[in-house]
């Protein structure tokens, strides 16, 4: 019935499916998460290093979020790092 969909698309998580299903295939048809993503969500903004913010999928509650001062530390390194390890 569901595709051969895990059981937790039709219970535990069917609330987030149709969300994350939105913004995947809007990426697909249009190169933009938000063009034809589902209605009521959140807009995924653009990443870039004057916007330390993530978008959070959370049953009933996705939404922008600041990226922690710790997690933003962490990836400063990587990307300092990261030519020298052929990334």
């Known amino acids: 019935m569901n595709g051969g969909a895990p059981a937790s698309y039709s219970t535990t998580n069917a609330a987030i499916v149709p969300v994350i299903q939105g913004y995947w295939t809007s990426f697909i048809r249009s190169l933009d998460p938000n063009k034809y993503r589902y209605a009521g969500t959140a ?10 913010r993530w978008l959070l999928f959370e049953t009933n509650a996705t939404r922008m979020e600041e990226v922690g001062l710790a997690l933003k530390g962490r990836c400063q390194v990587l990307n300092a790092i990261g030519s020298s390890l052929l990334q």
Request: net charge negative.
């Open 43 to 52: 807009e995924w903004e653009a990443w870039d290093s004057g916007n330390w």
